[in-house]
């Protein structure tokens, strides 16, 4: 997967993804072309391996200028999908890099895993 923003030629909608896990740090999930429009019901964290720190268990989603632009806090401790849940404009003017962060407290986790996706429509 390369950083370039994708756009393919048939009416379909497009996604980006990563892989974060309790120890990744933030991961730069990809970048998307300008003029288009994020598919908010879609786009969020699937938890598949549930985060265990001691206290805390979130996942933030934003860009690469504001780290919880689109999702704040999302609940990383259950293995289900969260979808974004900022009320933001869904259209970026911009290509735009996506990040995700997983932040901790407590006991340090020692489990976790999430697959972040970014759908949208050029």
Known sequence: M????????TQQIHYIEKTLTFDSGVV???TI????HIVKPISGAAVNVAFNAGTTNVIDIGTTANDDLFA?????????FVPFDEAVTQLVAAETTFTATYAQTGTAATAGSARIMICYIP
Request: aromatic residues 4%; neutral net charge; charged residues 10%.
């Open 2 to 9: 390369g950083s370039q923003a994708r756009v393919y030629h």
């Open 28 to 30: 730069t999930i990809g």
């Open 33 to 36: 072309p300008a003029g288009a």
């Open 72 to 80: 704040t806090d999302l609940a990383g401790g259950t293995i289900a």
